[in-house]
Nanobody
Framework: QVQLVESGGGLVAPGTSLTLSCTAS????????IGWFRQAPGKEREAVSY???????????WYASSVKGRFTLSRGNAKNTVNLQMNNLQYEDPAIYYC????????????????WGQGTQVNVSS
């Protein structure tokens, strides 16, 4: 049973930073795709950033154009943890952020991963 547990959401001022973490468990292989999606009120869920993990090196990281240069996806220090460092948060960034993963990179890339976390709220306000 794959589980994704997120942490790190909160309320921050515009221009500041926040880091989200996601710990995955239950994958039988070290080869899977993982990343973050977000959904703002009244909007469709959209991909934020993701990559394919392997036991030796990670694949190329994909970023949404709206976050490229501000957000950084990386492995965490703990095994099977990924972090999303969000810098220079803007008023268009508030949403529920979901960690998502799948053994198939294609499914995650298509926005249809099998596994989702419970979501963590990110708010930006002065």
């Amino acid at each position: 049973q794959v589980q994704l547990v997120e942490s790190g959401g909160g309320l921050v001022a515009p221009g500041t930073s926040l880091t989200l973490s996601c710990t995955a468990s239950g994958f039988t292989s070290d080869y899977y795709a993982i990343g973050w999606f977000r959904q703002a009120p009244g909007k469709e869920r959209e991909a934020v950033s993701y990559f394919r993990r392997t036991d030796q090196e990670d694949g190329r990281i994909w970023y949404a154009s709206s976050v490229k240069g501000r957000f950084t996806l990386s492995r965490g220090n703990a095994k099977n943890t990924v972090n999303l460092q969000m810098n220079n948060l803007q008023y268009e960034d508030p949403a529920i952020y979901y960690c998502a993963a799948d053994s198939s990179f294609a499914r995650l890339h298509a926005g249809r991963p099998d596994y989702w976390g419970q979501g963590t709220q990110v708010n930006v306000s002065s």
